[in-house]
């Protein structure tokens, strides 16, 4: 690790891993509402392996004011470098206002992983989204060029969107997975045989690989998540995940 500055509630642990540098994120304000603003950025250099994820589940508690809660997330790989972003669920709460931005910029020969699980509403004490927002855009670049863009925009009733068939059909959890590796193909006849009918995955160019995954509630979303990503990170998940 050559540089590290942490401000504000944000800190940053590591864990001793071999070949790489992991680093385990904290926010010491237990989540985000309304008026809030975070941000990370993480740079893996030439030939280097950065992985970052969460200690926990990050929260987006009820916005009591005008402003939403940003959270902007900027990341680099240079040449022959991989990163891994790889954070545990984002929850939304009722009457949350969260706007989240994710950017990756990956050199020539640059690798990434990266997992955006969402869970809408803590299920287990009956809540549902009735009035939030929900704001969510992921940009992947690759020497410049995009490589992979998906936004997300999601407002009011959000419980009775994702009841609609084509939208969610009732599901209360989401991911994202996307593998910009030259392995991806390899991979992509081994994921499908691991997800449910709630799933799919789909070779989007020969070294790109997306998957989404809708799921019941957090702990099915779990079920299906981590046998994938023990696959794409080669059963080297952060031990945070197993917690």
Known sequence: MALLRAEGSL???????????EAIVLNTAGGATGGD???????AREGAHLRLTTQAAERAYRATGPAPARIRNRLVARHGARIDWLPQ????????DLDRRLTLDLDPGARALVVEPIIFGRTAMGERLRAAR?????EIRRDGAPLYLDALRLEGDIAAHLARPAVANGAGAMASVILADPSAEAHLAPIRAL???SAGASLMAPDLLVLRLLARDGHA????????????????LPASWRL
């Open 37 to 43: 603003a975070f941000s990370i950025a993480a740079e």
């Open 134 to 138: 929900f704001r969510d855009r992921i």
């Open 11 to 21: 800190r940053a642990l590591f864990a001793r891993r071999p070949g790489r540098v």
């Open 89 to 96: 669920e984002t929850i939304l709460y009722e009457g949350c």
């Open 221 to 236: 979303l779990r079920a299906t998540l981590l046998p994938v990503l023990d696959r794409l990170t080669g059963d080297t």
């Open 195 to 197: 997800l449910p009918a």
